[in-house]
Every structure is written in structure tokens, then in C-alpha cells.
């Protein structure tokens, strides 16, 4: 089975700091990954997804970035936080090439942008 | 557009009562449904899914959910709650496109009164 790790568990940066946040996959090779953001009462917002080393899709403009630089790894970047990036943000992944599949979630990392 | 509707941003009941969550989708294709269950400050865990066939599945933690095509609907059910029930639920549909991805709900969450 699929194991998404995700760390740090929270993270308090400045407004204008840089953002890294990291997920690695157990358990299956060439996954398909995603970026959720969940902020209070808006439900889970897909951010990024990734089917393969280096391709990156965007669901939504904004401040953050993706990227894939190894098959297990998927990274959430930001040069410039803003206040309004705080949240939970979510890595979660699933087989490749099974398209009803459910998504395995990591535990999250909570970011407070002060 | 696909879109998941949970109009119920919360729901109170007493333990030992039935519950039913409510959750309607909009998807032009045959939908793959989900329902997850997040704890306080964790990731999410499928409760169960829905692909095809019976229209009644059936979850883990004894909760099942009927899928009504006609209703566009997948609620989720349980007869009896327990006090570590209270969370919050998410129902998502799954989409194919050029990739898959799951769209979710905004999310119910459930208190349960001793």
C-alpha cells in the first residue's frame, strides 16, 4: 500500500519568506501526487497534481509552485509567502494509470504566514 | 464543470442516533465517489468509495453510502454514532480528464452530544 509522508508537521514564517514543503511516496512507483490547501470552512482545494518526473500541472494562479524532481518526491515552493497562504496543506497521491483509484493522504503541514 | 456540494457545514446529533450526511455531485461521466473522514489536525481517511454495480457500499467504522443516479446524490449514512465519530467529512468525486484528480467538498463536520 501507498504511504505519503509529509513534513514539517507546522511552520510559522514571515510574511516575504521562502516556502519549502516536502512529500515523499512509499509503496508505489511513478504515482500520480497532489497539493491540496484546506482553509477553514472552504473544503480541500487542489493546488498542484503531477503524473511524472518534471510535469507539473496548476489547477488554480497563485503565489506557489510545484515541483517533481524525483519519482517520489513533490515539492511546494513559495519565493514571497503572503498572509493569505496560511492553511493545511495536503499531500496526497494514488496509483498511476487506475483512474478510480482513491487518494492516499499524508497528515499535513499547518502554515501560519504572520 | 464538476463540482461536490455538502450543504451541511455542520451537524449535531447525540450519541447512539442515526446519521446522514449529505452530499450531491455534478459530473457529465459516470462518477467514482468518495467519502472521507478527517480528525482534528490530520490527513484524511477513506471511509468508503463508489465505482459501479451495488448502489449501496458499504465503509469501514460502520458507515455505508447510497449512490442515486437520479439525484446526483452519494449520502453517507450510520445508524448508531459513536462520541469518536465527531469529525469532519468530505465527499469527493473523482474526475478523468488529460490526468485524474478528485474534486472535493467543502466539507460537514459532525459534533455528537454525550
Known amino acids: 500500500s501507498q504511504t505519503i509522508h509529509q513534513w514539517p508537521a507546522t511552520l510559522v514564517q514571515p510574511v516575504g519568506s521562502p516556502l519549502s514543503l516536502e512529500c515523499t511516496v512509499e509503496?508505489?512507483?511513478?504515482?500520480?501526487l497532489y497539493w491540496y490547501r484546506q482553509a477553514a470552512g472552504r473544503g480541500l482545494q487542489l493546488l498542484f497534481y503531477?503524473?511524472?518526473?518534471?510535469?507539473i500541472s496548476s489547477e488554480v494562479p497563485q503565489n506557489l509552485s510545484a515541483s517533481r524532481p524525483q519519482d517520489r518526491q513533490f515539492i511546494l515552493s513559495s519565493k514571497k509567502l503572503l498572509l493569505s497562504d496560511s492553511g493545511f496543506y495536503l499531500c496526497?497521491?494514488?496509483?498511476?494509470?487506475?483512474?478510480?483509484?482513491?487518494?492516499?493522504f499524508g497528515n499535513g503541514t499547518r502554515l501560519t504566514v504572520t | 464543470a464538476q463540482s461536490v456540494t455538502q450543504p451541511d457545514i455542520h451537524i449535531t446529533v447525540s450519541e447512539g442516533a442515526s446519521l446522514e450526511l449529505r452530499c450531491n455531485y455534478s459530473?457529465?461521466?459516470?462518477?467514482?465517489l468518495f467519502w472521507y473522514v478527517q480528525s482534528p489536525g490530520q490527513g484524511l481517511q477513506l471511509l468508503l468509495k463508489?465505482?459501479?454495480?451495488?448502489?449501496l457500499v458499504q465503509g469501514i467504522k460502520g458507515f455505508e453510502a447510497e449512490f442515486k443516479r437520479s439525484q446526483s446524490s452519494f449520502n453517507l449514512r450510520k445508524p448508531s454514532v459513536h462520541w469518536s465519530d465527531a469529525a469532519e467529512y468530505f465527499c469527493?468525486?473523482?474526475?478523468?480528464?488529460?490526468?485524474?484528480?478528485?474534486?472535493f467538498g467543502s466539507g460537514t463536520r459532525l459534533l455528537v452530544r454525550p
Open positions: 496526497a497521491g494514488t496509483r498511476p494509470g487506475v483512474y478510480n483509484s482513491p487518494l492516499h
Open positions: 509503496g508505489t512507483s511513478n504515482p500520480n
Open positions: 503531477s503524473v511524472g518526473i518534471g510535469q
Open positions: 459530473y457529465g461521466a459516470t462518477p467514482y
Open positions: 463508489y465505482f459501479s454495480g451495488d448502489t
Open positions: 469527493a468525486v473523482g474526475v478523468r480528464d488529460s490526468s485524474y484528480k478528485l474534486i
